[in-house]
């Protein structure tokens, strides 16, 4: 039975560019990519407020990591750290195969050290065997 592996892009913003996120002139080049993917940006920090919100109205009780993420976004030394983070959905999903992966890294890699990334994660976020994947 084989894998099927799925990725996701992830990128640290600089001080600077964490801070004009929602400013979309600031970091066009990065928005302009991400069009172009047909992705949509979400930061860390933004994920896991969304996270908690949709927790509460359906009962932390159910989202066993509620309390480490409501603790984590409250601790302004993890927050910041979380703010800088965003992930990249591309067609609305947060994981997609690794062609599409690559194709969004070659694209953002030149502008690390540029003033608007600092680095750029691509971490294996799911592995599904073809059976499972067929049941779902």
Do not use: W
Request: contains cysteine; glycine residues 4%; proline residues 4%.
């Amino acid at each position: 039975m084989s894998q099927i592996l799925e990725y996701q892009i992830r990128a640290t913003l600089t001080d600077a560019a964490a801070q004009a996120y929602f400013d979309e002139s600031s970091l066009s080049p990065i928005h302009e990519i991400a069009l172009r993917h047909r992705a949509g940006i979400i930061s860390q920090y933004d994920a896991f407020l969304a996270y908690c919100f949709d927790a509460e109205q359906q009962g932390v009780e159910l989202s066993p990591l509620y309390r480490r993420t409501r603790a984590a976004i409250a601790d302004p030394i993890k927050a910041a750290r979380y703010r800088k983070v965003v992930t990249f959905y591309v067609d609305g999903q947060r994981l997609y195969p690794r062609a599409v992966a690559d194709a969004l890294e070659a694209e953002l890699s030149p502008l690390i050290g540029g003033g608007l990334i600092e680095r750029i994660d691509k971490p294996i976020c799911c592995l599904q065997s073809q059976a499972n994947q067929a049941l779902n």
